[in-house]
């Protein structure tokens, strides 16, 4: 460990969330994490309890004058997205979590996900609980699982343990904003059968590969206009079938519904004869996506290399027409809250596999307003319908709606305001929260989401604001302490 890591780890968030790293996480792989945590608290003799989701909900009674204080729930989850640049060997299910710090900016370097996505709200909630000197009402912490991958952990709760009137979700990425609100959402899953032929005699196999997108979050990034490699992709394929035949023997694209795709491939057959004006389509495509996406211009790259495969493909068209017309990115803005996304969906993953004779699109749909997100699903079922395909929703997660009055969001922001010197933003997300869930059950809960700065979350340029997690530990405190 640098010098530089162990000061830093002084600071007891920055202590837990090191060793938070050191443990694989990803979703549906949390049961190490949950046992440490479980462990930890009942070290500290805390009340700590762990369901069959690997959910853990620990316990703190309120310090001398805060005993008729309302309980406040402190709520983050455990899991992370697992993502990875390109050339990278990393191993999630055993290797730990590499830091990398640039003054304030704590990362892995590029190379993975950092998990400060919510491993930095764990963190937080950790050094609450252990503060003995910390003023405040009676404490439930409530660490969830599975929350990047189906909800799972928040939605087996079972809320009857609960005690809390107030919630502070500690799942948000910008300290200057109060979150009290957020999307609800769905995962689809798009099916097209496909037919696998012999391809003709003296044709040669190619691998096709778009690469050197920046990526993020398929929702809080997804107004940013990154570019999503799938759609790319498709528009490689398009062009090709334009000037000559050809056909498909595998598609991989993105690795995760979640996040937007950064690189995506396919290998095609095709006539030897046509390369060189399938090149010159190539060439001239990605200087237009380089255009269209100057940000990261110098790091886009459209690659075409000979290749070896199985002398079997699958006709283009079907498949082209299912990726360019299925929805992807911004479907609607809100009318009221200018520069907030209404609904939108993300083409997180494309699969052609031969064996299987399909092609399967992985998609995540979040929309503030439940029926645009069922409408949305409907085009998509009816593209599916159209093709002689199939369409299926799952993974439905709840929205949490915007409530004018809170007292919980005013103490914070009073804080907030003390520590900084200027008042915070309060709005609703993009992005699906836990928070929805708890409100099925508890619809009087007073509920706010904080959190440091943390930016390019769901891919291996995730980053983290050293200073921010300090003033947002120390406004988290602040307004615990203001609750008797």
Known sequence: MSNGIKTLC????????????DIPRGSGNEKELSDYILGWAK??????????HRNV???????????GAPTVMLQAHLDMVCEKAEGVTHDFLKDPIDWVIEGDVLSTG???????????GVALAMAVLEDADLRHPALEVLFTSCEEADFSGAEGFDTARMEASRLINLDNTDESVIVCGSCGGMQVDFHLPVKAEQVPAGWSAYRLCVSGLQGGHSGEDIHRGR??????????????????????TSIRGGSFRLAIPRDAEAVLWLDASRLAEVQTRFAALEAAFRAELPATAELVKVELTATSAVRLGAKPDGIITALVLIPDGIQQMNEVLTGLVDTSDNLGEVYLDLNREELHLVLEIRSAQTSLGEYLFQRMERLAHTLGGSCRWSVVYPSWDFRPASKLRQI??????VLRGNAPTFLTVHAGLEVGYFFQTKPQLDAISIGPDCWDFHSPTESLRISSVKNVYSCLCSALASMG
């Open 10 to 21: 002084k600071h007891r968030v920055f202590y837990h969330f090191k060793q938070i790293c």
């Open 57 to 67: 909900l620990i316990r703190k009674a309120a310090t001398s004058g805060f005993e």
């Open 110 to 120: 590029g190379k993975t996900t950092l998990g400060a996505d919510d491993g930095i």
């Open 412 to 417: 914070y922001a009073d804080a907030y305001t």
């Open 43 to 52: 070290g500290l003799g805390l009340d700590a309890e762990q369901d069959v």
């Open 227 to 248: 570019g999503n490699a799938n759609i790319l992709l498709a528009r490689l394929l398009m062009a090709a079938e334009e000037c000559c035949a050809f056909y498909l």
